[in-house]
């Protein structure tokens, strides 16, 4: 009896110390890094301003991926035009070949164009990424023109643009 009594108080311990008197934890979704950023807008402005005013490449990479990430791609335009004439920015330059071939509508109102003027303005930037060492742009590079196939400079597309706009 007492072996019997002494299993029963171990079992009801066990019980006691298993039970869980905790909430159950309702699922908060994780709030994405890039979110993250572009909602703290001193962050965003701090990486901006480090971007634009001092021609730090990193803070742009950080900045430009978060809103690429949190399909800002339009306000991006902007910044990216900015890295690529003030500081010859690679992955500024491959941005704008992004945004200028991204094929999306706003409000009915369609913003890809494929006239000859904006396709030679877009490669000129593709090429520009690439021979500035972004080297991500080999692979658009590569759908563009095929795979191993030979390229002409960035300055050849910036010539097409000035003839095709009768500035030659």
């Not at 159950?24 to 909602?39: D, W, Y």
Request: charged share 20%; with cysteine.
């Amino acid at each position: 009896m007492k072996t019997t009594s002494f299993i029963l108080i171990c079992l009801m311990l066990i019980l006691l110390v298993s039970c869980n008197n905790e909430k159950k934890r309702q699922f908060v979704p994780e709030i994405p890094t890039h979110t993250k950023l572009i909602l703290n807008k001193e962050e965003t402005i701090k990486l901006w301003k480090k971007a634009i005013d001092e021609g730090d490449f990193k803070a742009y990479a950080n900045i430009s991926n978060a809103y690429l990430m949190n399909t800002q791609i339009y306000e991006l335009y902007y910044y990216s035009l900015i890295m690529t004439n003030k500081y010859n920015c690679p992955q500024a330059y491959y941005h704008l070949f992004t945004i200028m071939n991204d094929k999306v509508s706003i409000d009915g109102l369609k913003l890809y164009s494929n006239d000859e003027a904006t396709r030679n303005m877009s490669l000129y930037y593709l090429l520009r990424a690439k021979e500035l060492g972004y080297t991500q742009a080999q692979f658009e590079i590569d759908d563009v023109f095929g795979k191993g196939k030979s390229v002409p400079k960035s300055s050849y597309f910036i010539q097409q643009l000035l003839i095709s706009q009768n500035l030659k």
